[in-house]
């Protein structure tokens, strides 16, 4: 069973930086991921990576403001928001998948609850 638990979340005014936390148990070999869902709007994908943190994927909107990365020595996986937007207000869901590009499409096999990210100006 894997289980996935979020922190990091908060606010932050417009062009701060945040660094979100996902704490992940029994999640060996599969690949991990991060998604939004803001007030009034569909959950959509943010960012992928593989089980061996070779591979990566980011959605447009993030992409140069966003990074993702793992330490599977301490079974997490971080999101570094630089740059924030207003836009980038939502509630961020960890995630994992079997596979970076499937985690990419929305082939998630667990959801964490998720973390209140609040962008101010």
């Known amino acids: 069973q894997v289980r996935l638990a979020e922190s990091g979340g908060g606010l932050v005014q417009a062009g701060g930086s945040l660094r979100l936390s996902c704490a992940a148990t029994g999640a060996m070999n599969y690949a991990m991921g991060w998604f939004r869902q803001a007030p009034g709007k569909e959950r959509e994908f943010v960012a992928a990576?593989?089980?061996?943190?070779?591979?990566?994927d980011r959605a447009d909107s993030v992409k140069g403001r966003f990074t993702i990365s793992r330490d599977n020595a301490k079974n997490t996986v971080t999101l570094q928001m630089n740059s924030l937007k207003l836009e980038d207000t939502a509630v961020y869901y960890c995630a994992a998948g079997r596979g970076r590009s499937n985690v990419a499409g929305g082939l998630v096999d667990y959801w964490g609850k998720g973390t209140l990210v609040t962008v101010s100006s």
């Open positions: 990576i593989s089980w061996s943190g070779g591979s990566t």
